[in-house]
């Protein structure tokens, strides 16, 4: 069936990286996301990748895909008090980016 | 620009009142995304428009809820009547081509409290 599974929650030291995992389900999805949504706020598209690639880096954020084990992640290099939110991975069901299936997110908080 | 807005941003009803939400997507994204969450989970969709068109309502309870998008541009959200479980924040997105990189861009959306 169709399901995104992140875990809920994530400590890290300001300063640290943070490494946000997520797996999914659909092997013909083209695109992955990775949202943010900080409280009292709608989700933000934050990067994505094409399930062609392996990794794509963005300044601070790096994604990594493992199509072969349906498995995602992203860190966040340096992580700074801003990056306090919930980060929702998403998967682009079938061959378009039609229909968008989003996991429950993971809550990062930042410790100083 | 303007981005996606949403209103009311807040409405607390009684179980078995009828709700109504309001959203306008950014000038010209054709397709437009009605989203249900629930605390502490992920959106889930409850219908996707295409200009006038729902071409995915597949996940809206039927029975109570009902959307329209008449002139392909504002939308509306009913619930009638309003019951219990359906106290969730509801979230429009829009995006310009569904058939591109699929980058949705969702309002602050609605949080509704039924008592």
């Known amino acids: 069936g169709e399901d995104v599974e992140q875990s809920l929650f994530l400590s890290v030291r300001e300063g640290d990286s943070s490494v946000i995992n997520c797996t999914y389900t659909?092997?013909?999805?083209?695109?992955l996301y990775w949202y943010k949504q900080e409280p009292g706020a709608g989700l933000q598209l934050l990067t994505y990748?094409?399930?062609?690639?392996d990794m794509k880096q963005d300044q601070r954020l790096t994604v990594l895909l493992n199509k072969k084990d349906k498995h995602l992640s992203l860190r966040i290099a340096d992580t700074q008090t801003g990056d306090s939110a919930i980060y929702f991975c998403a998967e682009s069901m079938g061959s378009s980016a039609s229909k968008i299936i989003f996991g429950s997110g993971t809550r990062l908080s930042i410790r100083p | 620009e303007a981005g996606v807005v949403q209103s009311p941003r807040y409405k607390i009803i009684e179980k078995k009142q009828p709700v109504a939400f309001w959203c306008n997507p950014i000038?010209?994204?054709?397709?437009l995304y009605w989203y249900r969450q629930n605390l502490g989970q992920g959106p889930e969709l409850l219908i996707r428009?295409?200009?006038?068109?729902?071409?995915?309502d597949s996940q809206l309870p039927k029975d109570r809820f009902s959307a329209e998008r008449l002139k392909g541009v504002d939308s509306t959200l009913k619930i009638q009547p309003a019951e219990l479980g359906d106290s969730a924040v509801y979230l429009c997105a829009s995006s310009l081509d569904w058939a591109n990189t699929g980058e949705l861009f969702f309002g602050e959306g609605s949080r509704l409290t039924v008592l």
């Open positions: 659909d092997s013909s999805s083209t695109y």
């Open positions: 000038s010209g994204h054709n397709t």
């Open positions: 990748i094409f399930s062609n690639m």
């Open positions: 428009y295409e200009n006038e068109e729902a071409v995915d």
